[in-house]
């Protein structure tokens, strides 16, 4: 039985010591994304950045089987286990811009 794919964002957000943790933990939570991405699992991923365009979290858009399913990929992620996110919140969206993608 073939699982329907559907689209979810995480977004995380740092914890005071996240600029700082972020240094020692960046090469796990790459090499969870790059997991995720051969995979075909990863459409966009990158760092959020505050005013003085410091990293203030993340924001990643994957595909998963459910929302239970992308809670666990992003609970799994290095910077929610060590510390670097404070907070981490998942939704399923939908794709409806760019129009090239229907």
Do not use: W
């Not at 960046?26 to 969870?32: E, F, P």
């Not at 595909?63 to 992620?77: Q, Y």
Request: glycine share 6%; aromatic share 8%; charged share 25%.
């Amino acid at each position: 039985m073939e699982h329907t794919m559907n689209t979810y964002i995480y977004i995380g957000r740092d914890g005071e010591q996240g600029a700082e943790l972020r240094k020692t933990i960046r090469d796990q939570h790459i090499a969870h994304l790059t997991a995720l991405d051969e995979n075909q699992r990863v459409v966009f991923g990158g760092p959020l950045r505050d005013e003085a365009s410091l990293p203030c979290g993340s924001v990643i858009i994957l595909t998963a089987e459910s929302l239970e399913a992308a809670r666990a990929i992003a609970e799994s992620d290095p910077y929610f286990t060590q510390g670097v996110f404070k907070t981490i919140d998942v939704f399923e969206t939908l794709t409806v811009f760019p129009k090239s993608a229907d």
